[in-house]
């Protein structure tokens, strides 16, 4: 039998998360059985479980993937851009919005996941802090309230906006709402030119 | 027979009401069966169910009542008011909760409920816009954002809120997240001092 190359294994491992991704968007954790996950991915349940446990590793290996780039972009753009591109103006809103709806749904109704999701909701509490002090260093943060304060505010606001999408509300008009939260956490320019 | 007097009745339903309320809260809708309905009003099925034609009626009656009791808060104190309710310095933090995420589960799940309660949702929805108008009336609130704009982010903050609540969260450290948003819908002193 010839020996599978690394970057074989790597795009399989691409084509299953790929497809996977669309497939739990679609029909949710539960809904996803494994006879559809062969139909998105185009692979048998041989192969995919060659590369994944069981569904739950699979799911928590796209939700990982879902919150580093999460923690990218908060890292480049912050946590406000996160919930733009939440909104529909992002690269891949519905796929973040699939996962993020899921973990959210299971935060609530599963304490093992709740322990098991911790540390990478850390991740992004972490992005979001140190992008925060960044901003705070180059003066574009207002001084008056706590980082970490802030931090929870826009984990709040994100929270929100999940949900809201979650029940199916219209989500056009949120713009101006995510320009209202991005600017209560900036310097406000009067306050700053009274200052010495 | 006698007849049963109108008080009666009241204070009958009364019990039910309250006695079902913590249920709900303890097991959740699913969870809340009939036998632990009857336990916890003290009643039979037969009492009940004379009163409310069955359980989605009586949990729908519980949550309109909650909701009519939030509004009530928000025209007297404000949104803000009700989330440090929800936080726990209020009068009936837990009831006020478990209808809400009760409510907020079955947005997301069940497209039918959703439908029902649009209109109990437009009450708060009405009452915080009643509130922002009188508040700027008044020249509380910030005078450079749509009131619309300033409700649906209250509306959105709330929704977090709750969402963080339900995922079991810590939530002592979010006082001061409320104080950031009462603190941005209001009037700014510097700017207000600015003005001729």
Request: hydrophobic share 40%.
């Amino acid at each position: 039998m010839p020996r599978v190359s690394q970057d074989h294994l790597d795009a399989r491992r691409r084509q299953i998360l790929d497809g996977s991704r669309v497939c739990f968007a679609r029909y949710g954790y539960e809904g996803a059985t494994v006879r559809r996950l062969e139909e998105a991915t185009g692979l048998s349940r041989g192969a995919i479980f060659h590369h994944f446990r069981d569904k739950e590793s699979l799911f928590l290996a796209l939700a990982e993937e879902d919150a580093a780039r999460m923690a990218d972009v908060v890292a480049a753009q912050g946590l406000v851009q996160v919930m733009r591109d939440l909104l529909g103006g992002g690269e891949h809103p519905a796929d973040w919005l699939g996962t993020r709806l899921e973990v959210s749904r299971r935060l609530r109704t599963d304490p093992e996941f709740r322990a098991r999701w911790a540390e990478r909701s850390r991740q992004l509490t972490d992005a979001t802090r140190q992008r925060l002090l960044r901003q705070r260093e180059a003066g574009n943060l207002r001084d008056d309230v706590d980082v970490d304060v802030l931090t929870s505010y826009l984990e709040l606001v994100l929270e929100g906006l999940v949900s809201h999408l979650a029940m199916g509300l219209p989500a056009d008009d949120l713009g101006p709402v995510l320009d209202l939260v991005e600017e209560s956490v900036r310097r406000h320019r009067v306050r700053a030119s009274l200052e010495p």
